[in-house]
């Protein structure tokens, strides 16, 4: 169960973001109802746990919301487009997510495909009309690049493109690369940027990074131990099929205790970042 105080990150997130695309409609009756379904498939239930663990770590090193909260929004929204895609019949072809219809099953394909579009295309807008206002000009220039090399193809994008392959061969470190692209690069990414926009030192950057990584590995890790019985049902490769339940137990703990060590380094040991990740642990048990 996540914390009260990330329930309030999260209403700030969706309070943000949902005020961001009404304020996009206008007069045109195609514009609204395409906005509409763009806001259906991000209201669709996510936890926001991406944007919630940048918030945490932001007001932990003493950033200013106002300063964080177009990168907040503009991973969730990163992290929207990204489930609009892979949910469409050339990708994972799923009629089902979180207890809804699809987007394109909602709507129709073709709005599947330009909500995920248009979500990447305002996640730049919405960085970029605040970096030409802002005095932080070059720190978040540098937050910028690195989210939109995170989504690309040496990170999310790339793994996406591993895994939509004929994957039946994959060696355990080739899963573990696809799971690091897909899905640990946009966690680092919410642990990364507030150190960009403290302008923290390269080194304390690296060790945001390696946080991200081992929160967004271990939140994989489990959602294949969540999975088991349908990815055995469809045959689908994941280090779980390839090490089995025990190692795989083991690697998610190996990547906690990790995690851990360095929320201790940090000094984020009696956070509720800490108790975020414990959280996540505790969704296998």
């Known amino acids: 169960m996540l914390s009260a105080k990330f329930d309030e990150y999260k209403i700030l997130i969706d309070e943000y973001i949902n005020?961001?695309?009404?304020?996009?409609?206008?007069?045109?009756?195609?514009?609204?109802?395409?906005?509409d379904a763009v806001l259906y498939s991000y209201n669709s239930g996510g936890k926001r746990i991406r944007p919630g663990i940048m918030l945490m770590i932001s007001?932990?090193?003493?950033?200013?919301?106002?300063?964080?909260?177009?990168?907040a929004a503009a991973l969730e929204m990163i992290h929207t487009y990204s489930l609009i895609h892979d949910d469409l019949p050339s990708m994972d072809d799923d009629d089902m997510?979180?207890?809804?219809?699809?987007?394109?099953?909602?709507?129709?394909?073709?709005?599947?495909?330009?909500?995920?579009?248009?979500?990447?295309?305002?996640?730049?807008?919405?960085?970029?009309?605040?970096?030409?206002?802002?005095?932080?000009?070059?720190?978040?220039?540098?937050?910028?690049?690195?989210?939109?090399?995170?989504?690309g193809l040496e990170g999310m994008l790339g793994g996406q493109v591993i895994d939509i392959e004929d994957n039946d061969s994959m060696s355990k470190s080739e899963v573990?690369?696809?799971?690091?692209?897909?899905?640990?690069?946009?966690?680092?990414?919410?642990c990364?940027?507030?150190?960009?926009?403290?302008?923290?030192?390269?080194?304390?950057?690296?060790?945001?990074?390696?946080?991200?990584?081992?929160?967004?590995?271990?939140?994989?890790?489990?959602?294949?131990?969540?999975?088991?019985?349908?990815?055995?049902?469809i045959g689908k490769t994941t280090v779980l099929s390839i090490l089995g339940l025990d190692e795989t137990k083991q690697l998610i703990?190996?990547?906690h205790r990790k995690s851990k060590?360095?929320?201790?380094d940090f000094g984020f040991e009696n956070s509720v970042l800490s108790e975020l990740i414990n959280s996540l642990v505790l969704r296998s048990i």
């Not at 080194?203 to 959602?223: A, P, R, V």
């Open 253 to 255: 703990d190996d990547y």
């Open 176 to 190: 573990l690369r696809m799971y690091e692209q897909k899905t640990a690069q946009l966690f680092k990414v919410s």
């Open 19 to 35: 005020n961001y695309f009404n304020m996009r409609k206008s007069d045109n009756k195609s514009i609204n109802a395409f906005i």
């Open 59 to 71: 007001d932990l090193i003493e950033i200013e919301i106002r300063d964080i909260m177009p990168f």
């Open 97 to 151: 997510r979180r207890g809804k219809p699809t987007l394109h099953i909602k709507y129709n394909e073709g709005v599947a495909v330009l909500a995920g579009d248009y979500l990447l295309n305002e996640a730049s807008e919405i960085i970029l009309d605040d970096i030409v206002s802002s005095a932080n000009t070059m720190n978040k220039l540098k937050a910028f690049k690195y989210l939109y090399n995170s989504s």
């Open 261 to 264: 060590a360095l929320l201790v």
């Open 192 to 233: 990364v940027i507030p150190g960009y926009l403290k302008g923290l030192e390269n080194y304390k950057i690296d060790k945001l990074e390696e946080l991200g990584k081992s929160i967004g590995m271990t939140f994989q890790l489990i959602d294949d131990l969540l999975d088991r019985e349908e990815d055995e049902e």
